[in-house]
C-alpha cells in the first residue's frame, strides 16, 4: 500500500509515529499550520513556528525518507486579537518562498465570528495575491453547515480563487455535496470514534465518487490516530473496494491536488 497524508500535524507527534507512517506506506506528509494548544503570546511565537514548519520538521521527516510539505496561516482561534492577526499575516511572506511551502492553511472558521471573518478574508486575499493553494478548516461546531457555507461564499466571491486550487477540509454527510458541487476539493478527516470515521468516510465515497476527494488523519496533539488512512484502506479494502479504487483516493489524489503546487515532487514510481 502506498499513501499520502495530507493532513498532520507532525510537531505534536513522535518520531516513533513517522517511523509507523512510513512502514505502513506513507510516501509524503501535509502539515497545515494549526493552533498549538495555547494561544501564542506574540507574533514571535508564530515566527518560530513558521521555521519550525519549514525548516526543522523537513529535516525530522527525512530521517524517515519522507518528503515533508506544510501550509502556513493564523488559525481561526488565534484570529480574534486582530492586531496580532495582522502581525502574523505580515510576515507568511517572508516564508512563503520556503521550498516546502504548499499553501495558505488551515484557514477558516471556529466559531464564525466577525473577527474570524475578516481574517478568514484576508487570507484568501493573500493565497490570490501570491498564486498559492488554499487548504480550509470547517468548524466542527453545530453550525459546521452554516460555518462550511459561509467560507464556500467568501471563496466564491474573490473571482480570482479558482475552486479546483481550494480544499475544504473536514467535511462530513451535510457539507461534502455543497463543496464539491461549488468545484472544490472535500477532505475527510478520519477520527476514530466521534465525527468522521472510517465507515462513514466510505459512506460517503460511494454517495459521492471518488473524484476532488481525499482522506486524511489530522493527527495532532489530541487523541487522534497518525495510521487513520492506512487503516481507513484495510476497511475500503474489507467493504469490497479494488486496489485501484484505494490507491486513487488515498494516493493519487492528493498528488493530484498538490501538483497544483510547483514544488510538490511527486514521489518516484507514480
Ligand atoms: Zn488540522
Known amino acids: ?27 509524503a506528509v501535509s502539515e497545515p499550520a494549526f493552533w498549538a494548544g495555547f494561544d501564542r503570546s506574540s507574533v514571535q511565537g ?13 529535516r525530522r521527516a527525512a530521517m524517515f525518507g519522507l518528503p515533508h510539505y506544510t501550509w502556513l496561516c493564523i488559525n481561526p482561534k488565534e484570529s480574534e486579537d486582530l492586531k496580532l492577526a495582522d502581525e502574523v499575516l ?15 492553511g488551515e484557514i477558516g472558521l471556529n ?29 466542527h ?32 454527510e451535510h457539507t461534502v455535496g455543497m463543496v464539491l458541487d461549488d468545484g472544490f476539493w472535500a477532505g475527510m478527516t478520519l477520527y476514530p470514534e466521534t465525527k468522521c470515521t472510517s465507515n462513514r468516510a466510505i459512506d460517503i465515497l460511494e454517495l459521492y465518487g471518488n473524484e476532488r476527494i481525499w482522506m486524511n488523519s489530522a493527527c495532532d496533539w489530541g487523541i487522534s490516530v497518525p495510521l487513520a488512512v492506512p487503516r481507513a484502506a484495510q476497511e475500503m479494502k474489507r467493504r469490497g473496494c479494488n486496489s485501484r479504487q484505494i490507491d486513487k483516493v488515498i494516493y493519487q489524489n492528493p498528488i493530484e491536488f498538490m501538483s497544483q503546487s510547483p514544488r510538490f515532487n511527486t514521489p518516484e514510481g507514480l
Open 90 to 104: 505580515s510576515i507568511i511572506l517572508e516564508f512563503m518562498d520556503c521550498p516546502n511551502v504548499l499553501g495558505i
Open 141 to 172: 461546531l453545530e453550525d459546521k453547515r452554516k460555518g462550511t457555507q459561509l467560507i464556500l461564499d467568501v471563496l466564491k466571491s474573490d473571482s480570482r480563487i479558482r475552486p479546483e486550487r481550494c480544499i475544504i477540509d473536514h467535511v462530513e
Open 46 to 58: 508564530f515566527y518560530d513556528y513558521f521555521c519550525q514548519l519549514t525548516q526543522h520538521e523537513p
Open 1 to 27: 500500500m502506498r499513501y499520502i497524508e495530507p493532513h498532520g500535524h507532525m510537531v505534536s507527534r513522535t518520531t516513533d509515529d513517522y517511523q509507523a507512517m512510513a512502514i505502513a506506506g506513507c510516501q
Open 111 to 139: 466559531k464564525n465570528s466577525r473577527n474570524e471573518m475578516l481574517v478568514l478574508e484576508k487570507h484568501i486575499d493573500l493565497a490570490a495575491s501570491n498564486d498559492q493553494l488554499i487548504l480550509v478548516h470547517t468548524p
